[in-house]
């Protein structure tokens, strides 16, 4: 039986659902669509990258508040101009671009860590991006399948929730360290969770086996 989750991000789009709208309003009626709000997104973290390479993590941090927040405007930006409905190539669009925004910024925290010689931390940091990609990865596959997987500890959202305070901070070891852990247990939980639900799923389908009595 596929089991329902309800994610800390569905809580949080559902408790900032108002705002969240409004501000995609205001970003529709300046002449911003949503598409281009998902690329302003991107680009922002590319410069919030840059910004963590050469140390500058404060800087960055305030930056990733503000472009993160993107990430929940384009879609709503697309339902109020679509009839309720997203577009295809704008769910892709916004996925993709997604992905790119985070992976680029570990990246700059993999070099800032490079350019140091801190070999330790860098290796964390290149963890914390392969945790984070199997996150993603996990949670697809097991779609495919027509399975909820709207469970784990450390989706993007919670990342994020290490990221940006610890950048504001000016001590952003403590969100590789955690999104390397916590990425990683999440995967694997995702895992687990697959097999144990289609093993079920292939349990209940097969046939009942007939007896003969003699």
């Not at 140091?116 to 914390?128: F, S």
Request: with cysteine.
């Amino acid at each position: 039986m596929n089991e329902t989750y309800t994610t800390f991000t569905d809580k949080m789009r559902a408790r900032f659902k108002t705002f969240g709208e409004s501000c995609a309003a205001a970003l529709l009626k300046i002449g911003l669509t949503a598409n281009a709000v998902t690329l302003i997104g991107c680009a922002g973290h590319i410069i919030a990258a840059v910004l963590i390479a050469f140390g500058h993590f404060t800087s960055a941090g305030i930056l990733l508040i503000f472009f993160a927040a993107t990430d929940f405007f384009d879609g709503t930006m697309a339902r109020m101009t679509n009839g309720g409905k997203g577009t295809k190539f704008g769910a892709v669009l916004d996925s993709t671009t997604d992905r790119y925004a985070e992976f680029i910024v570990f990246a700059g925290l993999v070099a800032y860590y490079a350019l140091r010689g801190d070999w330790l931390h860098m290796i964390v940091a290149y963890a914390a991006i392969m945790g984070a990609i199997l996150v993603s990865y996990t949670r697809a596959k097991g779609e495919i399948e027509g399975l909820n997987m709207r469970l784990g500890l450390m989706s993007r959202l919670e990342r994020y929730l290490f990221l940006v305070p610890s950048l504001l901070i000016g001590l952003p070891v403590i969100a590789v360290w955690a999104i390397a852990l916590g990425s990683h247990f999440t995967a694997v939980q995702r895992i687990l969770y697959m097999r144990r639900q289609l093993e079920t799923e292939l349990i209940s389908s097969d046939p009942p086996q007939s007896s003969s009595q003699s």
